[in-house]
């Protein structure tokens, strides 16, 4: 095996800061890598030092190799590699060796002894050119090649579904989008009794509802339509404030869902880990990024009663679309636009109203319909259209007119 101690917002020198027992650490025998933090952890648990490098230090960076040995080996002299720090090393301990500097000739890559590494930039993004083949040589210095497949972890993944759920009924919501299509689909593989249920809340794209329950068909998936329009635009009339039509959109969901699912003996969700970091749940030091209703109280006690099951939630999107790939969903399925949870509601700004939303559906479906016609829709990440408070004047034949904006 091998070991990384990863990247953290947190700096080593501050109290409280991340720590590990290096004793321990040492004992394993196995390779380690530490990256930005985890380096300069390493650094002071070898006797060195670290100190803040005066100017953050944010974005590409040439990297000199001046070592080519295991960590670095088949790396050109010279390549770029993306940096987010604000402490560097400063010390090194003796028999430390530099494998590579900055163009300040700040140590970015070094190496403690035979099974200790560390690097000061980030390797998994992509903006550091040769990332992958530096994750790819770390691996390789355990004795094994690195064997992952999404074939094999799809196999994995569908066996410990099928151990998690044992034998319970499993309750889920569908929406259309990417994660809960590769949920649904992945728990259906594993054999399970499942109840997918789709809460139709007015606030979606035109025949978006239809267009859901028809491609869940096409997967051999029956879903459960619940049509709740009338009770959503109800709780949203003369809302005009962005967070309190999340909010109530979500505590609606939250209560229609519930009152469809009845009794739950196992509920299924698509967290992702995105999800869980921008959570911020408890006992996490993260920033609170969003609010999501994959964390309100009602599922959080399904948790602490060991009945919430999220498969997908150490995983990114990119990596959803490859399993979701794996288990033959077809292509348009997984790389449809996200589209956020409270549907058109944060589309249109300002009140809700049937005819508000009328308007930017028929935008959006000219804007969509405009961008698939021109290949431009599987180039695009995310693309919509919002309907926004005011009204502008422009031009129709040889006359003036006064209408809405959309963006």
Same mark, same amino acid.
């Given at each position: ?21 290096? @004793? ?6 196995? $390779? ?26 944010? &974005? $590409? ?61 980030? $390797? @998994? ?51 259309? &989008? ?27 794209? *035109? ?10 068909? *096409? ?32 505590? @609606? ?40 209703? %994959?964390?309100?109280? *009602? ?11 999220? $498969? ?15 288990? %033959? ?79």
């Amino acid at each position: 095996g091998a070991l990384v101690l990863s990247g953290e917002p947190a700096r080593v020198n501050e109290p409280g800061a991340p720590d590990v027992d290096f @004793e321990k650490l040492q004992s394993l025998g196995c $390779p380690v890598l530490g990256v930005c933090y985890g380096m300069q952890l390493l650094n002071r648990k070898f006797g060195g030092s670290v100190a803040h490098c005066g100017d953050r230090e944010y &974005g $590409p960076v040439t990297m000199e190799v001046r070592h080519p040995d295991a960590l670095l080996k088949n790396l050109p002299a010279q390549s770029t590699i993306w940096m987010s720090h604000s402490d560097s090393v400063s010390d090194l301990p003796a028999g430390c060796e530099v494998l590579a500097v900055n163009p300040r000739g700040t140590p970015v890559a070094v190496r403690w002894n035979e099974k200790f590494f560390g690097i000061q930039f980030h $390797p @998994e993004v992509s903006h550091s050119e040769y990332g992958t083949e530096i994750l790819r040589n770390f691996l390789e210095l355990s004795g094994e090649a690195p064997a992952f497949t999404m074939d094999r972890f799809k196999d994995q993944l569908i066996e410990e579904t099928r151990r998690a759920i044992a034998g319970r009924k499993v309750v889920c919501a569908v929406s259309g &989008g990417v994660d809960s299509t590769v949920l649904a689909v992945l728990v259906h593989a594993a054999g399970a009794d499942m109840h997918p249920i789709f809460v139709d809340n007015g606030l979606l794209r *035109r025949n978006e509802g239809d267009e859901v329950v028809a491609q869940f068909r *096409r997967l051999g998936i029956e879903v459960d339509r619940v049509d709740a329009s009338d009770r959503f635009l109800t709780r949203l009339k003369g809302i005009t404030d962005p967070e309190e039509k999340r909010r109530r959109i979500g505590d @609606e969901f939250i209560d229609v869902f519930f009152s469809r699912a009845g009794s739950v003996e196992l509920l299924a969700q698509g967290t992702l880990y995105p999800d869980v970091i921008e959570s911020a749940t408890s006992g996490s030091q993260a920033s609170r990024i969003k609010t999501h209703h %994959n964390r309100v109280d *009602r599922i959080l006690e399904l948790q602490a009663e060991g009945r919430l099951l999220e $498969p997908l939630a150490e995983l990114f999107k990119d990596e959803v679309r490859e399993l979701g790939a794996a288990l %033959n969903i077809p292509h348009d399925m997984l790389h449809r636009h996200p589209f956020p949870g409270p549907g058109l509601a944060v589309r249109v700004v300002g009140e809700i109203t049937p005819e508000r939303l009328e308007v930017c559906r028929g935008a959006d479906a000219i804007f969509i319909g405009e961008l698939k016609d021109s290949g431009w829709y599987d180039k695009v990440w995310q693309a919509g259209t919002a309907l926004l408070p005011v009204r502008t004047v422009g031009v129709k034949g040889d006359e003036r007119t006064y209408e809405e904006a959309v963006s």
